[in-house]
């Protein structure tokens, strides 16, 4: 598992580091060096050796004059741009100590273009100068090495105003910062290669970064003498007549190894369903204008008979899907996964409704639909997403799924992000096939936060390989459900490595 921080709190961890002993100027050194060595890796696939290296007048520029000096020492041509002159003191430190030579214009030409202008200390947007510099880094044609994150990006959310450095790679100083990975983010990074400097980090709930490693304990071996009942009873609730197709991607709960799925859908849409999926259980609701409709014993056997939940898949926002949430959480005693109209509808008739529940309750929105719940605008919900996750996690005693290019996922004390994920996502049903696999691996754990994790990651990484084969534009959400299997099948192959 890895943290991923907040400018303030990467300031902290610094700090810290340094109380415990470890020099400023040994940390400039240590990031300096990882900086060059990366550049060096880099520069061994450019036919053009030449170096560039941008410096601004904080600690950002004090790790680009380090890592020039590195690099000329190894032989390599290097020059400095002083885009400001150094303000720190291990800025001016090293800015005396590196002797490469300087220039006043970056010019195309360079095969490696070093970006230390701004740092984690970067707030607001670009100066006019600032600006042009960056557009000269973006118009160099050279591999751009962006140093611990791309100038212009804001740290704490990824977002930028305005310019910023597009690099090819961005060496991550210690910790990944929610600025990597979030909003803007990865199109502006890179790859993302993190570089160990010997941070010591303070005791402190920091979000995680669950790896494939931490995730496979969700998928311990099955033992030979279990049954159906051992590995979880799925409840998909969801579709109607404009939105049939919907629940039916809730089948993904079957190959994340559920061992019952129960498909609830209305009147209007059963028939064609008999016999599609026969491994699923199929029960018909009543409808009325084509949306389910309350049904209060259909509903009590639903939650007698299931671990988990997952309602609101293509069910349209209206009063009866409320009326049909409000039952579940007063009277379910899973895990209740709200997605998509169920959001909806609790956003338009009453998000209080959550306060009254029995039921462990985990909701999927995506970024608009948070922005209803929480009566805010998209815009806030980007750039203080994590916060106004934590709150609304916490006020309401949920588990929050805000699913967006990174998902960020919130309980009532702790936070993770999953980055894995493909803009192959980025269209209709990929939620619904989420909804069942959260709903599968919640019924088979208490801890939500990394049942939800290890949900995303699977959706992810599912259709990333996908993507290698079908493309980013070819691949659907039916697609995955036949992905999702070899995806499972890597964490189970893990969990069985000791
Ligand atoms: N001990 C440390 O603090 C370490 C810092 N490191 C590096 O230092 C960086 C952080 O350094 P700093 O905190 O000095 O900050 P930066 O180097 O990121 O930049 C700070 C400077 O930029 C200015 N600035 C910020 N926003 C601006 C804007 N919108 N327009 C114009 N100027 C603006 C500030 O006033 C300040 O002078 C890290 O990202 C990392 O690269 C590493 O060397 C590891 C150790
Ligand atoms: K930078």
């Known amino acids: 598992m890895r943290y991923v921080l907040t400018n303030a709190e990467m300031r902290a961890a610094d700090e810290f580091t340094m109380e415990s002993g470890v020099s400023s100027r040994t940390l400039m050194e240590r990031a300096g060096k990882a900086v060059a060595k990366l550049a060096e890796k880099a520069l061994s696939y450019l036919s053009e050796k030449s170096v560039a290296v941008v410096c601004g007048s904080g600690n950002n520029g004090g790790d680009g004059y380090c890592a020039a000096r590195i690099l000329a020492k190894k032989g390599f041509s290097v020059v400095v741009f002083e885009a400001f002159p150094p303000k720190t003191v291990e800025c001016q430190l090293e800015n005396a100590r590196c002797r490469t030579p300087r220039i006043n214009t970056l010019k195309k030409g360079y095969g490696l273009v070093i970006d230390c202008l701004y740092g984690t ?12 510099i960056v557009k000269e880094i973006n118009e160099s044609g050279a591999f751009v090495l962006a140093a611990d994150i791309p100038s212009g990006l804001a740290g704490d959310n990824g977002l930028c105003a305005g310019e910023a450095v597009r690099a090819d790679m961005t060496a991550v100083i210690g910790e990944f910062k929610a600025g990597h990975l979030f909003n803007d983010g990865p199109d502006l990074c890179g790859e993302l290669r993190v570089c160990d400097i010997g941070i010591v980090l303070p005791e402190k709930d920091y979000m995680r970064m669950y790896a494939p490693k931490d995730l496979c304990a969700l998928f311990p071996k099955r033992k030979s003498r279990s049954n159906k009942g051992d590995y979880g009873r799925v409840a998909i609730l969801g579709g109607s007549e404009r939105y049939s197709g919907a ?5 993904s709960a079957f190959k994340a190894g ?12 059963f028939s064609p369903l008999i016999g599609k999926y026969p491994e699923a259980i199929l029960q018909k609701m009543p409808s009325a204008n084509g949306v389910l409709a309350y049904d209060e014993a259909a509903l009590s056997e639903i939650a007698a008979q299931s671990d988990s939940i997952a309602v609101g898949m293509g ?4 009063r009866e899907i409320y009326r049909i949430v409000r039952y579940l959480l007063e009277h379910f005693t899973g895990t209740l996964v709200l997605d998509a109209d169920a959001l909806n509808s609790l956003a338009e008739f009453g998000v209080n409704a959550l306060e009254n529940k029995r039921c462990t309750v985990i909701l999927t929105p995506h970024v608009k639909e948070f922005s209803r719940l929480c009566q805010t605008t998209v815009q806030e919900v980007c750039e203080n997403g994590a916060a106004l996750a934590r709150a609304f996690a916490k006020r309401y005693g949920v ?18 992000v999953s980055s894995a994920g493909s803009p192959a996502l980025a269209k209709g049903g990929s939620g619904d096939v989420l909804a069942g696999l959260t709903a599968a691996i919640a019924a088979r754990t208490d801890d939500t936060l990394l049942a939800c994790a290890c949900a995303s990651f699977i959706l992810g990484e599912s259709a990333i390989s996908l993507s290698q084969t079908l493309g980013e534009y070819g691949v659907c959400a039916s697609d995955l459900l036949q992905e999702i299997p070899k995806t499972v099948k890597k964490l189970e192959s893990l969990a069985r490595i000791k």
């Open 121 to 132: 200390g970067f707030h607001g947007t670009l100066n006019e100068r600032a600006a042009q």
């Open 247 to 251: 629940p039916l991607l809730g089948m």
């Open 258 to 269: 559920a061992g019952y799925v129960r498909l609830c859908v209305p009147d209007c849409i």
């Open 315 to 318: 069910c349209c926002k209206d």
């Open 399 to 416: 588990t929050l799924m805000l699913k967006s290019n990174a998902t960020l996922i919130s309980d009532q004390s702790r936070a993770a």
